[in-house]
């Protein structure tokens, strides 16, 4: 990854030997990156001072063209949320419905591994290629299955599954097929932007679900100035509502 630190911009790109990285600074010759550290500064053919650093897993979604969105994906700032509460782990067992992009089937494939597993169903074939495509590219471990179906109409194969992760526009309509997928105790956890599918939500987890808990989540970081150190204003961000609730017996 290359950052530019003064404006904090980031760029993500595949170091290929002999081929110029070209940026909106100037173009970088790949001689000056390979066999250095990360953290070490390079320049650009204009002069123009960059820091190189190996990427996180969220930086290579968010600043990467080898990334493609399909559909909005869950953001990183929601992930350490959801597997917290959650408690998603190494050896876990997770059925996700809803693949999208993949940006949140990437995530728990690395928190899983190397024991457990991911199974992330997707309606449309199109944006599970794309999932399988981005998957790839990313370099996820392979403890994900990506399965093409309409979970609302066929249902989930799995059974015993420790959590069920829920990102659909009518997630009351699955909450049946999680119900039957989860070991006693596990967690459904659903991922929605509005009070009316909160509603709707809550009606179907009657005499199902119980310890139920809605986390209103916003994000907000600070400006890293020693001299002017406040909140950035692009940082107040709501991302959705996130359902958490534990089967009954």
Known sequence: MIFE??????????????????????????????????????????????????????????????????TQIVRPRDWGLIVSFADIGPGKIVVEIGTGSGGFTAFLSHLV???????????????????KENLKNLGVPPTYIIKVRDVIKEGIDESDVDAVFVDIPEPWLVVDHAYRALKPGGVLICYVPTFNQIQRLLESLERKFSDVKIVDHFYRE????????RPLLESYVFSAFILFGRKLV
């Open 5 to 70: 630190p003064k404006k904090r911009k980031k760029l993500v790109v595949k170091l290929v030997p002999n081929k110029r990285i070209h940026t909106q600074w100037g173009y970088i010759e790949p001689s000056s990156i390979i066999g250095k550290e990360p953290g070490s500064t390079i320049e650009t053919h204009l002069g123009k001072k960059l820091i190189i650093f190996r990427p996180l897993l969220y930086e290579k979604i968010e600043h990467s063209k080898i990334f493609k969105y399909a």
């Open 113 to 131: 591994a190397p024991n457990g597993r991911v199974y992330s169903y997707e309606v449309d074939s199109k944006r599970a290629s794309i999932a």
């Open 222 to 229: 600070l400006q890293s100035i020693p001299t002017a150190i």
